[in-house]
């Protein structure tokens, strides 16, 4: 298609409840018109994580003011629209069903397209929304729910070269915040006390450095802490600030050694004079990480790419945009779609050790 495009995309895949509106331009760039988020961090806090049923009861909820916001914001009518796009996975049944019923019943009513978006090619596809962005790179994603490295080398085409073979990264630093009586969602408080903290006292495990592949494990490393913190028995606020700043450090060293191994194997499949990195997920907000990828891009020859803060955690501009990005190719979906929980990026990748695991909260 070569026709400027405008596209409603909506995101309930688990605790942010999104609409947006983007406009795809006839030459492939794109234009951010509206959007518009709602965090459930506060009907979550109380339980220190994700309660499904909540979830799902609250994108019901709001859906419909943030999609009558993000249209109002974009100052377009549903008339205007070329097409609209939702999450259909990965991510929690009842709330995916909230988002994908809504956009089916906008596409029917509308007579226009249906989008069925993997939440994880819209990470993927984001630093394509803001600037020419050229395939292939390499994309890290590290939130809550997904620890990856991928080679995005188009629409639709990925290929896994790394992930957790346990917790994700975000959920690691959420669990060490629970275990130092920190608040939900705890990847910020753990960055915050950290920094008054000494980052030499606790020896953490680096999990996996030096192996010859790029995945993660995070398990052994929560349970050291675990350990160190226990043996401590009642927490001095120095204390925390300790146990948060060695974790860090140990996260920081073992993203270092896991992009040293994911930059070799992306420059053997491809062979380019300025590759490109591109961090997106929540966790990428951590300076001290930020400090690491740029320091490991400067020395391996790549460039970096890491979006805005509101583009890289949940949000539906990006569910917009791959919904533009393919409906370009003329990849639309039937309205019989159904919801997939479980859905990896990539189709073709070895299964990792202890994937079972993983799996079951993709
Ligand atoms: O991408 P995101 O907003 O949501 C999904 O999980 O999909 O990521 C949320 C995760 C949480 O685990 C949160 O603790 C972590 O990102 N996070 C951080 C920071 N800000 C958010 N982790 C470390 N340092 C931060 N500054
Ligand atoms: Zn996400």
């Keep these: 298609m070569t026709s400027p495009t405008l596209i409603l995309g909506l995101e309930t ?9 983007v406009r795809r331009e006839a030459d492939g760039s794109g ?5 518009q988020v709602r965090s459930q961090v506060k009907d979550h806090a109380p339980f220190g994580g994700v309660v499904p ?5 609250a994108h019901i909820e709001h859906l419909d003011d943030l999609i009558k916001r993000a249209m109002d914001e974009a ?8 097409g609209v796009a939702a999450t259909a996975g990965p991510g929690l049944l009842g709330g995916l069903l909230v988002g994908l019923m809504e956009g089916k019943a906008i596409a029917l009513a509308e007579h226009i397209p249906f989008l069925a978006i993997n939440h994880l090619e819209g990470h993927a596809l984001t630093p394509r929304l803001l600037e020419d962005c050229k395939f292939p790179y390499l994309l890290l994603l590290i939130s809550g729910g997904h620890t990856q490295f ?17 917790d994700a990264l975000g959920e690691a630093f959420d669990k060490v915040a629970k275990l130092c009586g920190l608040a939900y969602p705890g990847g910020p408080q753990v960055e915050i006390a950290a920094r008054h903290g000494n980052p030499t006292r606790f020896d953490f495990p680096r999990p996996l450095k030096g192996r010859a592949d790029c995945n993660f494990s ?6 050291a802490v675990r350990e160190a913190v226990r043996d401590m028995g009642l927490l001095t606020e120095q204390d925390i600030a300790d146990v948060c700043a060695s974790f860090e450090a140990a996260i920081a060293d073992t993203v270092a050694d896991r ?6 194997q ?14 997106a997920g929540g966790v990428a907000a951590n300076k001290k990480l930020r400090a690491v990828f740029e320091s490991e891009c400067t020395k391996h020859g790549f460039s970096l790419r890491v979006p805005p803060f509101d583009l890289c955690t949940d949000n539906a501009a990006m569910i917009a945009w791959a919904g533009a990005e393919r409906l370009a190719l003329g990849l639309t979906d039937d309205l019989d779609f159904a919801a997939k929980p479980r859905w990896p990026l990539d189709t073709v990748s070895l299964p990792v050790y202890g994937e079972g695991r993983l799996g079951a909260k993709a």
């Design 218 to 223: 995070f398990s052994g490393l929560k349970t």
């Design 75 to 82: 100052g377009v009518t549903y008339a205007d629209l070329d």
């Design 259 to 264: 992009l040293k191994h994911a930059f070799a």
């Design 13 to 21: 895949s688990c605790d942010e409840t999104a609409a947006a509106v």
């Design 266 to 279: 992306f420059r053997e499949m491809h062979d380019l004079p300025e590759p490109l990195l591109v961090v």
């Design 53 to 57: 049923e909540i979830a799902a009861r």
């Design 150 to 166: 991928q080679a995005v080398e188009g629409i639709g085409q990925y290929k896994r070269l790394g992930t957790t073979i346990d």
């Design 31 to 35: 234009r951010l018109l509206s959007n």
